[in-house]
């Protein structure tokens, strides 16, 4: 059976994009130009998915703040004069547990460098919440806010906070520079917050 190139190629991007996000694909909220920008660079179509937000036009990011998935208690300010990498995630997304272990790996080499993953579980049940911390050795902590009703107060058109999983990267002073509404690899983590650090706060 003679197989169509065409529709070869469309199964493999349909595909990858099912396993972008953990609910029904809708049109994220970036610019296509540079999606396809992106698409022709050595990194690839995944970098078309960060949104960057000019310095003067970024917004204030909302103090997220609340009791941590482990029972402590956290608030985004705290990382205020850090550059901070907001990711948000649950247990019952195959994408969040795939990125996961990179963000780790980012926290556990950037921290030196005053870089902060900050997570953000969405999970209804704080246990499923803590279980997936511990099945993966996170070293940064999560808040948790079931439904993920804080993110509600983001800008609107940033990131659509029904797909999951996203991160948002907010800088020294305290504003949203970017987000990204996809996995992330350490890499990705390393290529955004390096011309924020620096910056001045």
């Known amino acids: ?34 999606g396809e920008q992106a698409g022709r660079s050595e990194r690839g179509a995944r970098s078309g998915l960060f949104k960057s937000i000019p310095v003067g036009e970024r917004p204030a990011a909302p103090d997220f703040a609340g009791s ?12 205020r004069g850090q550059v901070v990498v907001v990711n948000a995630w649950a247990s019952t997304c195959g994408p969040c547990r795939v990125e996961s272990p990179d963000l780790d790996r980012a926290q556990r080499e950037l921290k030196a460098w005053d870089v902060q993953v900050l997570g953000v579980s969405t999970d ?5 919440a803590l279980t997936f911390q511990r099945d993966l050795d996170l070293s940064y902590p999560s808040l948790h806010d079931p439904g993920g009703k804080q993110f509600l107060k983001l ?26 509404q996809s996995t992330v ?14 910056e001045e706060g």
């Open 124 to 128: 209804a049940s704080r246990p499923n």
């Open 155 to 180: 800008p609107g058109g940033l990131v659509n906070p029904q797909i999951l999983p996203f991160t948002l990267f907010v800088d020294r002073a305290g504003r949203i520079a970017g987000a990204v």
């Open 68 to 79: 941590t998935v482990d029972g402590g208690s956290v608030r985004l300010s705290d990382y």
């Open 1 to 34: 059976m003679r197989t169509n190139p065409r529709a070869a190629a469309l199964c493999v991007v349909v595909a990858g994009l099912v396993m972008t996000g953990c609910a029904t694909p809708k049109p994220l909220p970036t610019d296509v130009e540079q």
């Open 185 to 198: 690899t350490e890499e990705d983590v390393r290529s955004v917050v390096t011309p924020l650090l620096e």
